[in-house]
């Protein structure tokens, strides 16, 4: 199982692939919305739900789809503790700037993290693996020191198949660059 980021919707919304100009993307991930292999997390939805944009209406299309794990499952509420206590620990021994910890804890990243340690999944995340950066905890070196899989948003759009392909006009035109 995929679990994903918010910043694999919220980047590729507002720089990649926008409604409006990669609709593919969009559509592809609704297909995935309706599989049992991508899923996200309720705090995900959450930081997602109220920009008024297409983004936040498309998540609160799919609010009540199953997409969204809700965090406070048993076997991920346990997963959360085992997270918290590991960066908590290693934030204090590395010396991690004080506000790192609070940061991280107040958003869905220790929660992907613990639903991916939890359920055998993988975290996807456009965050970089920097282990020496001590201002930020970053999802990759979290997942890296848990032994929990990681995957960047175009290792695991390559390993689901993805494709963005050119629309041919349906009387068979190419349109123009």
């Known amino acids: 199982m995929y679990i994903l980021d918010t910043n694999v919707f919220l980047e590729p919304f507002k720089r990649f692939y926008p409604m409006d100009f990669c609709p593919g993307y969009w559509d592809w991930l609704d297909e995935c919305v309706k599989g049992s292999d991508v899923r996200s997390l309720r705090s995900v939805y959450d930081e997602m739900k109220d920009a008024g944009d297409d983004l936040s209406k498309w998540a609160k299309r799919h609010e009540n789809t199953g997409f969204f794990m809700p965090d406070d499952a048993t076997d991920i509420q346990a997963a959360y503790q085992v997270v918290a206590n590991h960066v908590q620990q290693t934030t204090t021994r590395l010396n991690f700037r004080a506000t790192a910890l609070p940061e991280f804890l107040s958003g869905a990243d220790p929660w992907l ?32 020191e848990l032994d929990v899989p990681w995957a960047t ?11 963005l392909v050119r629309m041919i006009e349906p009387d068979g035109d190419v349109p123009p660059f």
């Open 113 to 144: 993290i613990a639903a991916a340690y939890a359920r055998g999944g993988t975290v996807v995340t456009l965050e970089q693996n920097i282990p020496d950066r001590r201002n930020k905890v970053l999802i990759p070196v979290v997942c890296n």
């Open 153 to 163: 948003p175009y290792q695991w759009l390559r390993s689901s198949g993805f494709k």
